[in-house]
């Protein structure tokens, strides 16, 4: 299908009372409990979840739980999400020096690094 220029390739636009993921996923995370029926391969599946807290407070727990047995993941995705990643320095041993360069000098370097 090909459209006329300007018309928009979704005129209706986005369904009303549609969540995004981010929303449901915030949601389910600060309730206190979750009852959800699924099925996986024609097996039926009931999901029955209920904290004293919040589902939030189960997922870090586990987490927790799972770094102090060894799960280096667990223990690293728990440490990044507090601390954020440790900053990644790249050495550098060439003899390029861009210090105080024009940008005119600058763009022909390049060009002669592409060529």
Same mark, same amino acid.
Not at 67 to 77: D, I, M, P, R, S
């Given at each position: ?8 390739? #979704? =005129?209706?636009?986005? =369904?009303? #009372? &549609?969540?995004?993921? /981010?929303? &449901? %996923?915030?949601? *389910? +995370?600060? %309730? ?8 996986? $391969?024609?097996?039926?599946? $009931? +999901? !029955? +979840?209920?904290? /004293? ?14 770094? @102090? ?5 667990? %223990?690293?995705?728990? &440490? ?5 990643? =440790? !900053?990644?320095? @790249?050495?550098?041993?060439?003899? *390029? ?5 024009? !940008?005119?000098? @600058? &763009? $022909? *370097?390049?060009?002669? *690094? !592409? %060529?």
């Amino acid at each position: 299908m090909t459209w006329k220029k300007g018309q928009s390739g #979704n =005129p209706a636009g986005r =369904p009303k #009372n &549609v969540k995004y993921f /981010s929303e &449901v %996923a915030k949601e *389910l +995370l600060e %309730a206190r409990k979750i009852k959800i029926q699924y099925e996986i $391969n024609g097996n039926k599946k $009931n +999901l !029955d +979840l209920k904290t /004293s807290k919040t589902i939030s407070h189960g997922l870090v727990s586990a987490l927790i739980v799972e770094g @102090l047995k060894g799960n280096v993941k667990a %223990a690293q995705f728990l &440490v990044e999400r507090i601390e954020g990643r =440790p !900053d990644q320095r @790249l050495k550098h041993e060439g003899g *390029l020096n861009l210090t105080g360069k024009t !940008d005119e000098e @600058l &763009v $022909n *370097l390049i060009k002669q *690094l !592409d %060529a």
